[in-house]
């Protein structure tokens, strides 16, 4: 078997993990995000444009994108 010359890791916990909880606040949100991102990691999926009706943990996903650091 051949392995790849490279592996791309992909933080999700941002997006994937918290939509699973009851609520995050806004402000806990970019500071996690701020966090892993000083880790160095390359991507880091913070959020999405879903329904809140569906989703309400990703209601305030455009606001998250405007307020943590890139």
Do not use: C
């Not at 992909?10 to 939509?19: F, I, M, S, Y």
């Not at 606040?25 to 999926?45: F, H, P, Q, R």
Request: no cysteine; charged share 25%.
């Amino acid at each position: 078997m051949a392995l790849p010359k490279y592996v791309k890791i992909v933080e999700v916990g941002a997006r994937d993990g918290l939509q699973n909880e009851k609520a995050v606040t806004l402000a806990d949100k970019v500071t996690l995000v701020n966090a892993l991102s000083k880790t160095g990691l390359k991507v880091i999926e913070t959020g999405s444009f879903v329904s809140p009706k569906w989703v309400p943990q990703m209601a305030d996903s455009s606001e998250l994108f405007s307020l943590i650091e890139r």
